[in-house]
């Protein structure tokens, strides 16, 4: 419960990959161990996420797959603003979420399956925040951390996944007025819905399915950007259209 505490306290801790050998399997069960405790105390479930999407991410920790986390309804903003201090080192990633109509539950789930369990997909910024601290982690330290979960927000325009090539969106990432980076769909796994479907499929495997009405969100399209108090964000999407964030 050391991840658990250092959220609350707003303290970071160190890696616990230094003391502790953790397997894959042993991380994911520190992870449900902490989501099942929040859940305890009233938090719900209202989506997943997934981590690790892009070549360099993935070649920095040494693995060749991505991870997952979950998405409580307390770490959902309406309005694009974050209270900085209930965060400990936040980056900002813009990236594309899909809202499902339907359940999706692999093992053989396709990105065209994706495509037609979704009800809508829009532009969101995730807020990851790291409890270890420097952001000193190796990938059992960020699966056990929730897959560095930490907020989110969704824009207002809701686009028909099917209507659009979602490997062609272009995103320009702006931080305090001052374009910091771009990237496009193709930069989560060369499609955003195989994203998806990976993790319905990596989900089966311990008997979790996607749920209709869940938020998903599909991974960084470019690098993640430091925030802190004052600083203002606005990611801007073809086709989907501006998401902005706010640390106050």
């Given amino acids: 419960m050391m991840l658990r505490q250092a959220e ?3 303290k970071p801790i160190e890696p616990l990959s230094e003391t502790d050998s953790l397997q894959e399997a042993d991380s994911y069960e520190i992870q449900k161990i902490n989501i099942d405790a929040k859940c305890a105390e009233g938090m719900k479930i209202v989506g997943k ?5 892009s070549k360099p991410m993935q070649d920095m920790f040494g693995v060749n797959t991505p991870d997952f986390g979950y998405l409580l309804d307390t770490m959902i903003s309406k309005n694009g603003e974050f209270k900085s201090d209930t965060l400990l080192q936040p980056r900002v990633e813009a990236e594309i979420a899909f809202v499902l109509k339907e359940d999706l539950m692999g093992p053989e789930v396709t990105v065209e399956a994706v495509l037609e369990a979704t009800d809508y997909v829009v532009a969101s910024f995730e807020i990851v925040d790291s409890r270890i601290r420097d952001w000193k982690i190796k990938i059992a330290d960020t699966i056990a951390d929730n897959a560095s979960s930490g907020r989110y927000v969704l824009a207002s325009k809701r686009v028909d996944p099917k209507q659009t090539d979602l490997r062609a969106i272009e995103m320009s990432l702006y931080k305090n007025d001052v374009l910091v980076n771009s990237g496009e769909g ?3 796994l060369g499609h955003p819905a195989y994203c ?3 993790l319905a499929n990596k989900m089966s495997t311990y008997g979790v399915p996607l749920k209709k009405g869940e938020v998903v969100l599909s991974g960084a399209l470019s690098a993640a950007v ?8 606005k990611a801007t999407f073809s086709e989907l259209g501006t998401v902005t964030a706010t640390f106050v």
Avoid: H, Q, R, Y
């Fill in 8 to 10: 609350i306290e707003v």
């Fill in 186 to 188: 193709s930069a989560a």
């Fill in 49 to 53: 996420k997934i981590g690790l999407t």
């Fill in 196 to 198: 998806v479907a990976w």
């Fill in 226 to 233: 430091p925030a802190a108090k004052g600083d203002t964000f």
